[in-house]
């Protein structure tokens, strides 16, 4: 099980579960805040889960305002987009909260990623995983002509 699957695991035992710490709870915030990072590297299926989640938060904020307003602060200064840090601006109604869903046509998108999966035998989702989890190294090569070298990434 990869990074990205534990940490939307662990996002939905938090909403499932109110009776959880306020400092579990705040963790999990945190968690929020990864995922928010590695939203372009989910799948479709992953994104879904991943807003019917925020949803269940959305739904349930009084009840997560109130059991984190001992350990947080939410006078914060933290962008409103990151909406899970403002729960008492979600709770109040002060702060609305949309979850856009629309519908694509994606013949296009599945024609690629059969041909990707057909040559390389992975999705487009996995092979953009892949490279985001792979560390970058950098090899130092000489040219065949001049005195200079150079640098050159390569994703390995």
């Given at each position: 099980m990869?990074d ?9 035992m ?12 705040l963790?999990?915030?945190y968690?929020?805040n ?8 989910m ?6 889960r ?9 739904l349930?904020?009084?009840k ?8 947080y602060d ?23 909260i ?13 024609l690629f ?13 996995e ?16 040219r065949t ?5 150079f640098f050159?990434?390569f994703?390995?």
């Amino acid at each position: 099980m990869d990074d990205l699957t534990k940490e939307l695991r662990q996002y939905r035992m938090m909403i499932g579960n109110l009776e959880l710490s306020p400092f579990e709870t705040l963790q999990d915030l945190y968690i929020r805040n990864t995922l928010e990072d590695k939203i372009s590297l989910m799948t479709h299926k992953e994104r879904l889960r991943l807003h019917y989640y925020d949803l269940q938060v959305i739904l349930n904020a009084d009840k997560f305002k109130e059991q984190l307003e001992n350990v947080y602060d939410f006078s914060t200064n933290k962008p409103l987009k990151e909406w899970w840090w403002h729960l008492d601006k979600v709770a109040s109604g002060e702060l609305m909260i949309t979850l856009d869903m629309r519908v694509e046509n994606n013949l296009i998108g599945k024609l690629f990623n059969d041909s990707l999966n057909e040559i390389y035998g992975k999705t487009l989702e996995e092979i953009q995983r892949e490279a985001y989890e792979k560390p970058i190294k950098v090899k130092k090569k000489e040219r065949t002509r001049g005195v200079n070298s150079f640098f050159s990434v390569f994703f390995i």
